[in-house]
């Protein structure tokens, strides 16, 4: 993957979801106050106003794009998700992929470069159009021709996108890779409309969308954005006439707005005393789910002392997750020990075995020469723009003062995150507290983007490649042999066992600390049924009714 502004999408502003790759959440609503947060009417909690038949959904999320071969935000990954279908998407409450546009699963080729995907029949456009392999094809192309932020996520493994037959469509890689069906359910990845878009760079349409899925695009404005049912849709029909996402400018007013009904649904984005005050409230329904989002500390193996492996491990170890998550957010996150989150298939838990030991860490740190009267001196840095970044850098601090005393010493330096992003592949920064958000449900996609190198040694470290672009500077031969075969094998318990490996090399050379995964919490009110947030992150409107 090579560097460009879209990479750095994938990095939060706070927020954690479908790819940062969906990442960044403030969002713009023009004087709106707590006497005038409802779109529809006013309510009363647990029995929302306005159209009985209609869903309105409240969230500070930002939305930039519809277009989805630009788009790379989390809204608008949840927009493009219910406006329109891909060849695959994920089954509710589970990782496994299951066909939508397409039919079957794709036939892939002996050399593991060829997919033959049958795509289904009798599918409409929004604006009439009929739905064939040549309007996939150019869907496809349009992604991966048009320059948009998320382009490079086909653009690095695809060679071709070609119809060979009326329902029948034919991608080329330019390399095998195990985890490309995974990536064929990115919601960008969705079927367009020939007749209503461009191939060409730059030719986007942010404030308009027609695709086969099954809403239709009703208005857009900064501050609402409309959906109507699609009557022509293909698939089962929603259960509801459509929904209205009302964006608020501050999660304050979005919390007043779901505690005095003013809305159904509350998503993205409340702070832990707002959750937790909306979990524990008989009137509002809560509707967790394990989300993609992971933060972590990249530690810059080139600077000293964090050139030596037992430093490294020894922070590791001192760090007491469950506390972190505890004290920090309120239960409200998941404490992780590998960057492959538990939830994720192919995660192993490296890093839980010493999990908070602070003899172990002494331990180690004493081995690598480091005692009370010369103690690790560390600057240890964060972004001063994201609250919960503030927090948790002072928890980790304080972590440190209670109980490696005298042993080790953190200056926390905090900076702004696009300074932080500028200068971190520069080596600015000895270790750095980031998050990250995958553009697909694949263990590849938290160990490659993170691990991997293009060009460096062993003695000089990564001087270009993913490794290099985290600020971690890491280099392993064998972790760029198994990076590789990982992606090529399909033999699930051989591509396990490489899987395995990599991350016992993680818990072994500590380039990376995982610290937690996020949690995607939907908050709606009583009578409001059919709820749910898909591992993915993504809400599933059709589902959606209220009760009469």
């Not at 969906?22 to 106003?49: R, Y």
């Not at 900064?222 to 509801?240: C, E, H, Q, R, V």
Request: hydrophobic share 40%.
């Amino acid at each position: 993957m090579y560097w460009n502004a879209s990479y750095w999408r994938r990095f939060s502003t706070g927020s954690s979801g479908w790819i940062g790759r969906f990442i960044g959440l403030t969002l713009l609503c023009a004087m709106l106050t707590v006497g005038c947060q409802a779109p529809n009417g006013g309510g009363t909690a647990g029995s929302s106003g306005g159209d009985p038949n209609r869903i309105t959904l409240g969230t500070t999320a930002k939305v930039r794009t519809l277009d989805p071969a630009d788009s790379y935000e989390i809204l608008s990954g949840n927009l493009l998700y219910n406006l329109g279908d891909r060849l695959y998407t994920t089954e509710p409450g589970s990782s496994e992929l299951i066909p939508q546009l397409a039919t079957a699963a794709p036939t892939i080729s002996d050399d593991g470069l060829t997919y033959t995907i049958p795509l289904r029949e009798g599918v409409v456009f929004h604006d009439g159009a009929a739905f064939d392999a040549k309007a996939m094809e150019f869907s496809l192309n349009r992604f991966l021709e048009n320059g948009g932020d998320p382009a490079s996520l086909l653009g690095n493994l695809v060679e071709s996108v070609s119809a060979t037959g009326e329902f029948e469509l034919t991608i080329t890689l330019q390399k095998p890779f195990a985890a490309f069906p995974s990536i064929l359910a990115f919601p960008g990845l969705c079927a367009v409309s020939p007749q209503a878009y461009e191939i060409g760079t730059g030719k986007f349409k942010p404030q308009e969308f027609v695709g086969t899925g099954p809403y239709q695009l009703a208005q857009y404005n900064n501050d609402t954005i409309k959906l109507n049912a699609n009557p022509s849709y293909w698939g089962d029909a929603p259960a509801n006439e459509g929904v209205d996402i009302q964006i608020f400018a501050s999660s304050s007013n979005l919390f007043n707005a779901v505690k005095t009904g003013a809305v159904d649904a509350a998503y993205q984005s409340l702070d832990p005393n707002q959750v937790k005050t909306l979990q524990e409230s008989a009137a509002i329904q809560t509707v967790e789910s394990e989300g993609l989002g992971i933060h972590y500390l990249s530690v810059n193996v080139l600077s000293e002392p964090l050139d030596q492996p037992e430093v490294r491990q020894a922070l590791s170890t001192m760090i007491d997750r469950k506390l972190l998550s505890d004290r920090v957010f309120q239960g409200q996150v998941e404490p992780i020990y590998s960057l492959v989150p538990a939830g994720v298939e192919g995660a192993k838990a490296v890093f839980d075995k010493d999990n908070g030991d602070a003899a172990v860490a002494k331990a180690l740190l004493e081995q690598a020469g480091f005692s009370e009267s010369n103690p690790l001196q560390l600057d240890f840095w964060y972004r001063s723009n994201i609250a919960s970044n503030v927090q948790a850098a002072n928890t980790i601090k304080a972590i440190a003062d209670q109980t490696l005393p005298g042993l080790v010493e953190l200056n926390l330096q905090g900076v702004e995150s696009a300074t932080a992003y500028a200068n971190l592949d520069k080596g600015a920064y000895p270790i750095f507290m980031l998050d990250w958000t995958p553009d697909y449900l694949d263990a590849d996609s938290y160990l490659q983007p993170f691990m991997d190198c293009d060009e460096g040694s062993a003695s000089e470290g990564c001087k270009a490649g993913e490794s290099a672009y985290q600020g971690s500077f890491y280099y392993n031969d064998r972790v760029n042999e198994l990076i590789d075969q990982q992606r090529t094998v399909t033999d699930p318990a051989e591509r396990q066992t490489l899987l395995t490996e990599l991350q016992d090399i993680l818990g072994k050379d500590v380039p990376f600390i995982p610290l937690w995964a996020s949690k995607e919490y939907l908050f709606v009110q009583g009578n409001v049924q059919g709820a749910a947030v898909l591992p993915t992150s993504q809400i599933p409107f059709k589902d959606m009714n209220k009760s009469q």
